[in-house]
């Protein structure tokens, strides 16, 4: 090789190594998730800041907590990314996933019509609420996915007896922005995560009608999958992800994410619940 060619080689090798930082190539993580964290907008607002931080490129699937963790079960992703703690206490009992850690937590909310046909507006009380709901016959919209919203509405009604029948009830098998169209179009009520329907609210004309009970307390947390069960994992592309988005960092950006000057989801990766 002549000496030129062997400057202009060196210049390729130079230059792409300068094109990613300390010379490696981006990686790849895959992250399955609940719908909410995606319609909210909050993977938008925080991912590109964790990929320019750590040249990693994270591929999202987005779907009902069920779907998310059937997902991770399978190998399918790296993390996982949920709100369902007694189903996500179970994927890690059985072994499929490992380092679960907290992350933020936001609260579930009862919307409908603003005509309120049901005339439960204005009730703290989630289970009263919802029984008024059965007995006026109104409609509601359920995920119908089992999804963390849909495990928690099929609880409520566990608790309280009884749930809508015939026509009143609904089950849609959609994701929550869809559910939310769906209820706007209806005039029905539906259960949804707050931070979803924030970004929907404008577009639907839905309005809160049951709010502030702590059983509508609504956590999330994250998990990677286990690098035992599956060799192919990226656990440290996992790891990675997991340890920034519960770092000081990450959390701080968790609590300036905001919408219409509304904060949607509080970091709890440091909090004691």
């Known amino acids: 090789?002549?000496?030129?060619?062997?400057?202009?080689?060196?210049?390729?090798?130079?230059?792409?190594?300068?094109?990613?930082?300390?010379?490696f190539a981006q990686q790849i993580i895959k992250l399955s998730t609940t719908t909410s964290t995606e319609n909210s907008g909050l993977l938008s607002y925080l991912l590109p800041i964790f990929e320019a931080k750590t040249n990693s490129k994270v591929q999202v699937i987005s779907v009902g907590t069920g779907k998310?963790?059937?997902?991770?079960?399978?190998?399918?992703?790296?993390?996982?990314?949920?709100?369902?703690?007694?189903?996500?206490?179970?994927?890690?009992?059985?072994?499929?996933?490992?380092?679960?850690?907290?992350?933020?937590?936001?609260?579930?909310?009862?919307?409908?019509?603003?005509?309120?046909?049901?005339?439960?507006?204005?009730?703290?009380?989630?289970?009263?609420?919802?029984k008024k709901l059965v007995a006026s016959k109104a409609k509601f919209i359920s995920r119908g996915d089992n999804s963390g919203t849909d495990q928690m509405e099929k609880a409520y009604w566990q608790q309280i007896g009884t749930k809508p029948s015939g026509d009143a009830y609904i089950s849609a098998g959609l994701g929550m922005g869809e559910v939310l169209n769906m209820a706007a179009e209806l005039q029905a009520y539906t259960l949804t995560d707050r931070a979803t329907y924030s970004a929907y609210r404008a577009k639907t004309g839905l309005a809160i009608a049951i709010e502030g009970d702590p059983k509508m307390f609504n956590p999330y947390g994250i998990i990677a999958v286990n690098p035992a069960k599956y060799k192919a994992i990226n656990y440290k592309g996992a790891m990675l992800l997991i340890d920034w988005i519960t770092s000081a960092e990450g959390q701080k950006k968790i609590a300036g994410f905001k919408l219409d000057g509304q904060q949607l989801f509080f970091p709890s990766a440091n909090a004691a619940r």
Do not use: C
């Open 1 to 23: 090789m002549s000496r030129r060619s062997l400057f202009r080689f060196a210049a390729v090798v130079l230059a792409s190594a300068l094109v990613t930082p300390f010379g």
């Open 68 to 130: 998310a963790l059937e997902l991770a079960k399978n190998g399918d992703v790296d993390v996982t990314l949920v709100h369902a703690r007694p189903s996500e206490d179970k994927f890690v009992a059985d072994g499929h996933g490992v380092n679960r850690r907290d992350v933020m937590y936001n609260d579930f909310i009862i919307v409908g019509p603003t005509l309120d046909p049901a005339g439960i507006m204005g009730e703290k009380d989630v289970l009263k609420g919802l």
